[in-house]
């Protein structure tokens, strides 16, 4: 009940008995409490009268029942009991009596007093009614409404009501208490009052936590709940059944006994994520997302018809602060009671001195005192638990709300917002600024304590003080305004901090992407100086805000003492004696007061990384999306017309001026089959751009009738099994998928692969040939039944043979009724066409079938002509064979030899191959984090001098802080009758000089810190990425890019900013606990008696834990990985997803993908609060035994100032205990990030770049003959053998071509001629040289290769052909020239310098190719490797290229994998590759000549598919 339970009339005696000798603070507020107190407490009641009231008349209105209806659908809830209703009824209605009672007595003392109404009996009167009319409203509405509302739990209002009504019921006792110390008297009524308010307020919040309907819902409403949960989660079990702390009861709850299995699982065995109980179902991403989108929808207005919205970074929070809400009200009630319970200490100290100073007035109260002490420290420890693991709710809430938000607009995004911002960025903005704004729960509620806390020290200082205060205050305002430039100098520091990782991490997220490039061309060394030149400014920005961070914490480490210092001397000056009880009561205060102080530097850094974060997560949700009307789409079977364009005109930078496409008209009916041709860069990909509405339209108007599926150029394919990428989410259907399979000729394939169809694709579909993705790309298509097919030339990437078997088995059968549009460079599939588009820059140039627009244009006959070129060199070839039919080729002799030994091979493999999936598990750690890990983090920057430095700065900084107490205590006399032992001077100015060098001592403790922080996260960055940059390909492999950012982003951050800091803060916290009790200890030593036991067991307890939490922290790092994995791969693949109309699947994903990473956090977060709960009630076990011994001394027997210093240390000794425990829990939990960098720092590195024995001749090699003896080749020891056996030689000077279908090894002996793939048997020699004994740049550096997927870096045109800058302008432009780009470049404004974006996405797929070509031009290597090089580029610009390769690289030896038969015909040697075998070798004539070698019947069929032409 509130301060005022005592029927008005009592206050006046007591007041009447206020002894004289009091200070005027007292005297002043018994005079107000009557007024004040009693009119807060009637308002507070009149609000909920007028609330319960409010609700009947709405509900007599019929409002409320409206409102209800829509929001349950029209019916009631679940027809179960619901629990506690009874009880809380009752104790209302116990309640609402003794209110009446009691307003009733109190107009009879009124009407009866012979003095008639004075003022303060007409406030206590009009209380007592409000009261009484309030509790009779809740009791009614509680029986009589609430009973039959069906609702699930009680109001969140009402269990917030009853929350505060304890609180003033609490207050009302402390007030009393405080009263009866102070000798005045309280009547037995107003004990009675409390006792029945206190009673009735914690029966009533335990029934607001415990009650909810049993029982759940009706019949007809329960399965289909269930089946929500099912389908949303994939798994059976709801997540309520699941999660631990939904279905715990009360007791459990306050205690966090819940957490007890799974810790009693920890301890046991090594955790998996698997024994991770579920979520609390409103903790998932399901159940939040939708309340907070409608929040933002409602604050930032409708979505303008750019797609973009008004989303600022206030507007952002206040949506997050309304989607959490309840958890930041009931934390802010929390927070409430721990910072009213922190004070009751200091206030009590001064009479607790007193009474063992022997003082009259305090003989008998004793035992009222430590009662007081124990049950504040109660209240305390109770809801600081529940305050931070609501917190950490309410946190992972927010990380889990945004990472969803973020995702959806990630896949809404415009072309030209995609552009302007990198996958970098978004990443970070996942990884980093959503992670920053859920910690920052932790301070959420700082902003108000503060004042609050100052405030209430402010009142004690003022009791025992006096005017002395206002000294206290001046001098805290002058620490915290201190602060303000520091902090505003931090958060320009963090923005360019931040702004410098994205520019890196976006680097590296490129480099990761390209490795394999980067090392074919000896390039890797280059691009990793780049990212330590990018982490070099980056660095800088760290290195300032490490060290204003550094001043920071000097100013509040000092702001105490400043204070204590200020107010100690202005007593001085004033006159105020200083006894020892009020200075004790004074240091106590300064001492809870440290708290608010200590917080406030590190919550204004946060708030200030905090909206930095929300600012950029605010502008990435302005972003333009994708215009939702720029195609038309109409249901299947609306519209005879499948696709039609009218009109339009299109353009990648949505400038009129400049449009890509333009002056589009035509029209595909439905079934009809579509083919677009035209030169590189001619529109052609853009055009199906514009069907899917990827493209900005500036006019015109596009319609389309049915879904669409689409194949891209460069394929796609998701981490994860092979099944899983074709069925992309839809149902199993076994004879549907076997069709498909057939169709794209996918089976053979699977029967090679280890695993088959269950094969795990490493990241971009890594372990796979581009045939084979681009196949498994045409089968997820075909397996979605769609009506509008759309390929991007597919074709291109596989071979001749499989080519024609996909046109014919998917085109012209499996969709020979559905409308598809193709791209396609190969001349021979355009006859099969209804309708062919010729492009022309950005334009149909010419539009028919193919007799009709053979002759009617001459862009058209320039392609057809090129390919006829082509094939005049084959019929060549057959024309001189006719007459010399010879005997069988000599390399289809070895075929049965060489095919029995393979299949031996592959029967030796296949009992290895059981765990042989090239991506495996996330490795992490298990067990203890090990010693060395601490070890390596600290003696890494200057071989850990810096250490003792900063133990000893921490060491002093204490011994001088209990030295300025002690003295302080010891040299203040008890009462102003004893004399004291040195003059006021001279105890002023001894603990200024203490005070003095305590915060010298921390200052330079935290320049060593800094220092040595910031040494050796510099240290780990560098060694770390100079590891990955060296590891072998076969790591890039096997670790998808997201697990190596982690590590980049994440981890970094953490090892930059916080585990120096963590580190410190263990050793500050176990330093000041040895100092608390050396302190206690000196009073009575037998404190040590319990303190030895209770710090075993809370060691004990803590061993217990950290068992569950490591390897929850670990599970927390491992579950990262995936989502920032999953968030780039839907990024790269959004036109894909948008296509298939699969954005509802890859959402549902990514919440499934948070829910099990927010699963071991909140778990973690649970056992944490579980040990500090335990370890609270351990420690105040302690702070009682010392109290009940002290107050048990006989009078005199100790001195009461040393014995109060004991006490006031102890008031800290749970917090203390708790925060040792804590800060080591958390080190090791954050220490993990070391020790995964560290694992990364050990990668097995690839052989020397150079070796400095190499004698290699400066023109080595100068013949270029390539000779591979008895060569076997396999990814990884658990995989099977590609290359199986290959003895071949290649002639010095002459052009190989190798021939082979999909995955016969083509691409392998690439790889393994450039090591980036090292032979397991066998060797590879270059003019003699084995290449295994020389250094891999001196190996890559003097051979040349155009990649089979092109690759351009962001940068310019001359940084993507000359990276190292090893050629002029003329040189690069002259290679230019060579490769047909010379002209493109010229008609851009920046000629060389010209623009190039990530992945060099505004240049079409054949231009990069191109600009592949013109690299090695430049080159010009005595060796030249063409992988699939010109599949990308129409008939035309690939004969172009080849007559270029035939004048540029006349003399050296070329290798050639190529699709198109005609680009490997003029070779001097043909090498036709199947399953790893070299199966035929000759010239093309000899090869062609015997009708039975697998190299004429490859021939043959490409002859005949191309007969059409």
Known sequence: MPVSTAALPYAAPAMAATPAGEGPLLYFFFSLEPLVLHGVDAAVHVLLALAVAGRFLFRRCGLSVAK???????????????????????????????????????????????????????????????????????????????????????????????????????????????????????????WVFDAVSVAAAVVLL???????????????????????????????????????????????????????????????????????????????????????????EELAGGVSGSGRKAVTAFKLTKALLRTVWWHVAVT??????????????????????????????????????????????????????????????????ARSTLVAVVYQKGLALSSQSRQSRTSGEMINIISVDADRVGIF??????????????????FILYSTLGLASLAALGATVVVMLANVPPGRMQEKFQQKLMDCKDVRMKATSEILRNMRILKLQGWEMKFLSKIIELRKTETNWLKKYLYTSTLVTFVFWGAPTFVAVVTFGACMLMGIPLESGKVLSALATFRVLQEPIYNLPDTISMVIQTKVSLDRIASFLCLEELPTDAVQRLPNGSSDVAIEVTNGCFSWDASPELPTLKDLNFQA????????????????????????????????EVKICGMTAYVSQSAWIQSGKIQDNILFGKEMDMDKYERVLESCSLKKDLEILPFGDQTVIGERGINLSGGQKQRIQIARALYQEADIYLFDDPFSAVDAHTGSHLFKECLLGALSSKTVVYVTHQIEFLPAADLILVMKDGKIAQAGKYNEILGSGKEFMELVGAHKDALAELDTIDAANVSNEGSPSRGTAKLTRALSSAEKKDKQDEGNNQSGQLVQEEEREKGKVGFWVYWKYLTLAYKGALVPLVLLGQLLFQVLQIGSNYWMAWAAPVSKDVEPPVSMSTLIYVYIALAVGSSLCVLLRALFLVTASYKTATLLFDKMHMSIFRAPMSFFDSTPSGRILNRASTDQSEVDTSIAYQMGSVAFAVIQLVGIIAVMSQVAWQVFVVFIP??????????????????????????????????????????????????????????????????????????MEWLCFRLDVLSSLTFAFSLIFLINLPTGFIDPGIAGLAVTYGLNLNMLQAWVVWSMCTLENKIISVERILQYISIPAEPPLSMSEDKL?????????????????????????????????????????????????????????????????GQILIDSVDICTIGLHDLRSRLSIIPQEPTMFEGTVRSNLDPLGEYTDSQIWEALDCCQLGDEVRRKEHKLDSPVIENGENWSVGQRQLVCLGRVILKRSKILVLDEATASVDTATDNLIQKTLRQQFSESTVITIAHRITSVLDSDMVLLLDNGVAVERDTPAKLLEDKSSLFSKLVAEYTMRSTHT
């Open 1257 to 1321: 001749a400066h023109n080595w090699p100068s013949e270029g003959e390539i000779q591979l003896h008895d060569l076997h080749v396999k990814y990884a020891p658990q995989l099977p053998f590609v290359l199986k056996g290959l003895t071949v030689t290649f002639p010095g000077g002459l052009k190989t071509g190798i021939v082979g279908r999909t995955g016969s090894g083509k691409s392998t002996l690439i790889q393994a001629l450039f090591r980036i793939v090292d032979p397991t048997i």
């Open 332 to 397: 802010a009630f929390y927070a409430l009671v721990y910072n009213v319970a922190t004070y009751v200490g200091p206030y009590l100290i001064d009479s607790l001195v007193q009474y063992l100073n022997g003082d009259e007035r305090y003989a008998s109260k004793g035992q009222l005192l430590v009662l007081a002490f124990i049950v504040a420290k109660v209240f305390e420890c109770l809801s600081q638990r529940h305050w931070f693991f609501r917190l950490q709710q309410a946190g992972i809430r």
């Open 206 to 296: 335990c029934a607001g936590f415990v009650g909810r309907r049993e029982g759940g819902g009706s019949a007809a409403e329960e399965p289909l709940l269930n089946g929500a949960h099912e389908t949303a989660d994939g798994n059976s079990r709801s997540d309520a059944e699941a999660s631990r702390f939904t279905g715990a009861g009360f007791f459990s709850v306050l205690t966090f006994s819940w957490m007890g299995p799974l810790l009693a699982v920890g301890h046991k065995k090594t955790l998996g994520l698997d024994d991770v109980p579920g979520l609390d179902p409103g903790d998932s991403v399901s159940s939040l997302l939708p309340t907070f989108k409608a929040n933002l």
């Open 669 to 700: 009916q439905q079934g009809m089959h579509v083919a677009v041709c035209g030169t590189v860069g001619s529109g052609k990909s853009s055009l199906l751009s514009c069907i899917l509405g990827e493209i900005p339209k500036l006019s015109g």
């Open 68 to 190: 209800d209806g829509e929001a349950r659908g029209g019916g009631p809830r679940g027809g179960g009991r619901f629990r506690c209703h009874g009880v809380a009824a009752c104790a209302t209605w116990a309640l609402a009596a003794a209110e009446v009672l009691l307003a009733a007595y109190s107009c009879y003392l009124g009407a009866t007093s012979g003095s008639g109404w004075s003022r303060d009996a007409v406030v206590g009167l009009v209380d007592a009614a409000a009261r009484a009319v309030a509790w009779l409203l809740l009791a009614a509405y509680l029986q009589f409404d609430f009973g039959r509302r069906r609702e699930e739990r009680f109001p969140a209002p009402l269990r917030l009501w009853w929350a505060f009504f304890l609180l003033l019921s609490i207050l009302a006792v402390a007030d009393h208490v405080a009263t009866s110390l102070d000798g005045l008297l309280v009547p037995a009524l107003a």
């Open 441 to 458: 729960s932790w301070y959420m509620h700082d902003l108000w304590l503060v004042p609050l806390q100052v405030g209430m020290a402010l």
């Open 1094 to 1167: 209770v710090v075993a067991t809370c060691f004990w307890y803590q061993r217990y834990y950290i068992d569950t939490a490591r390897e929850l922290q670990r599970l927390v790092g491992v579950c990262k990985a995936p989502i920032i994995q999953h968030f780039a791969e839907s990024i790269t693949g959004s036109t894909t997803i948008r296509s298939f109309g699969k954005e509802n699947q890859f959402v549902s994903a990514n919440s499934h993908l948070m829910d099990a990473y927010s699963r071991p956090k909140f778990y973690n977060a649970g056992a």
